[in-house]
């Protein structure tokens, strides 16, 4: 029984914890996420072309 009540309190406390976040709001979170994605995408582009690089290097090389 000392486990039910545990894991009560635990779920207890979670959830009152959560009560306390300040959640974003849809313009920000849309922001962020466009920030993210702008990230993501310059990063691929910078290591396919360091990639490409090395690959031409390491050819002429061998």
């Known amino acids: ?19 306390k ?3 974003l709001d849809k313009k920000e979170v849309t922001g962020i996420t ?6 993501v995408v310059v990063m691929s582009i910078f ?7 090395f690959g031409a290097i390491v050819g002429i090389l061998l």
């Open 1 to 19: 029984m000392n486990l039910l009540k545990d894991a009560i309190s635990f779920f207890r406390d979670a959830y009152y914890e959560l009560t």
């Open 34 to 39: 466009l920030v993210v994605v702008v990230f």
């Open 21 to 23: 976040v300040t959640w």
């Open 47 to 53: 290591v396919s072309v360091v990639d490409l690089f």
